[in-house]
């Protein structure tokens, strides 16, 4: 017969409060006013770094505050030092080389060739505590699975 409903008379895959956090996020994350991503806890070692970097700069460092996954899923991207391995649909998990270093990245796009004719893309990735957007070509880039170690530092 009919499929049975949740409390909000959706049906359970239906409802952004009722369905469960896709696989890598968490139910209830942590977001600030002036914040850009939402973060696995407020002891995120970035969103901490953040805030101090805030109040260096005479800014206003807002409190974090807990909210539903779904109150923030399609509004902010997850931090990347707190969830490196989720990939939102249209991204790819991927190891971006930074000065001789490998990091866990999300390549959130491709944006074509540059004039040596390397594929670049759009790539987002934590080092030493800062969250970085970068455009990275090619040459830098690795695909990753989630769990996956390093590469080792020999590689391309």
């Known amino acids: 017969m009919g499929e049975s409903r949740c409390v909000h008379d959706l049906l359970p895959r239906q409802c952004g409060l009722c369905r469960p956090a896709p696989s890598g996020l968490a139910e209830r994350v942590t977001v600030t006013p002036g914040g850009t991503v939402f973060h696995g806890t407020a002891r995120c070692e970035a969103l901490v770094e953040r805030q101090r970097k805030a ?25 990347v030092h707190c969830f490196p391995d ?15 270093v490998w990091y866990k990245g999300l390549l959130k796009r491709w944006s074509g060739r540059d004039a040596a004719n390397l594929w670049e893309a759009d790539v987002a990735y934590v080092a030493d505590l800062a969250l970085l957007d970068v455009v990275a070509d090619q040459r830098s880039l690795l695909p990753r699975e989630p769990g996956q170690e390093a590469p080792p530092l020999s590689t391309r």
Not at 55 to 78: I, M
Not at 86 to 100: K, V
């Open 55 to 79: 109040l260096r700069l005479g800014l206003e460092a807002h409190d974090p505050r807990v909210v539903p996954l779904a109150q923030v899923l399609h509004d902010r991207p997850p931090c």
């Open 86 to 100: 989720y990939a939102p649909e249209g991204t790819r998990l991927c190891w971006i080389r930074r000065d001789g």
